[in-house]
């Protein structure tokens, strides 16, 4: 069964830094893509990041371009996003997702329980 | 304002059919991306329902059915059950932000 548990979240103050971790189990890590995507307080979902599944290929939203950096660890089954600078405006859900490749392009077959990010003094 | 555009919300009553639209335009759907359509009741992990435009995983309904044609796509929800009641999100890949969209979401009331 997969599982992917997200952690790391919580309040922190504008221009701050946090790191979210997601730990996966039940699917062969190393051989997908992950990604994470967040909702914020009364908003829809938004895609953040991916990394593919050997980690040498990253992509960024304009939006987080620049202050987050998403990056895996296989050894421990586990994907990171180092979120720096952070603004009110990331205050959300993070969620993170298993990506499945079909024709082209990913789309999230399996996603986390999430973890709250608030940023605010 | 989100890339691809679905209604805010639609309704129905238990047994009836609804549609949920989706809208983009020749960067993301018209260009021949797939869309895939996600399922998600706030607090929850969000499910996906759809994917490739009209391929069910494993474990959902066949209640639930996609189409696309064009810059659009569609869900529909057949013999509509109180548990449907959720937010429902499309997705495609854009090329000209290089990246992956979402729809701003429509919520579901069953009545």
């Known amino acids: 069964e997969v599982q992917l548990v997200e952690s790391g979240g919580g309040l922190v103050q504008p221009g701050g830094s946090l790191r979210l971790s997601c730990a996966a189990s039940?699917?062969?890590?190393?051989?997908?893509?992950m990604s994470w995507v967040r909702q914020a307080p009364g908003k829809g979902l938004e895609w953040v990041s991916t990394?593919?599944?050997?980690?040498?290929?990253?992509y960024y939203a304009d939006s987080v371009k620049g202050r987050f950096t998403i990056s895996r660890d296989k050894s421990k089954n586990t994907m990171y996003v180092q979120m720096n600078s952070l603004r009110a405006e990331d205050t959300a859900v993070y969620y993170c997702?298993?990506?499945?490749?079909?024709?082209?392009?990913?789309?999230?077959?399996?996603w986390g329980q999430g973890t709250l990010v608030t940023v605010s003094s | 304002q989100s890339v691809l555009t679905q209604p805010p919300s639609v309704s129905g009553a238990p047994g009836q059919r609804v549609t949920i639209s989706c809208t983009g335009s020749?960067?993301?759907?018209?260009?021949?991306?797939?869309v895939h359509w996600y399922q998600h009741l706030p607090g929850t992990a969000p499910k996906l329902l759809i994917y490739?435009?009209?391929n069910r995983p494993s474990g959902v309904p066949d209640r639930f059915s996609g189409s696309k044609s064009g810059t659009s796509a569609s869900l529909a929800i057949t013999g509509l059950q109180a548990e449907d009641e959720a937010d429902y999100y499309c997705?495609?890949?854009?090329?000209?932000?290089?990246?992956?969209?979402f729809g701003g979401g429509t919520k579901l009331t069953v009545l």
């Open positions: 490739g435009n009209n």
């Open positions: 990394i593919s599944g050997s980690g040498g290929s990253t």
């Open positions: 039940g699917f062969t890590f190393s051989s997908y893509a």
């Open positions: 997705q495609s890949y854009d090329s000209s932000l290089s990246g992956w969209v």
């Open positions: 997702a298993k990506a499945e490749f079909r024709t082209g392009e990913y789309y999230f077959d399996y």
């Open positions: 020749s960067s993301n759907i018209g260009a021949g991306y797939d």
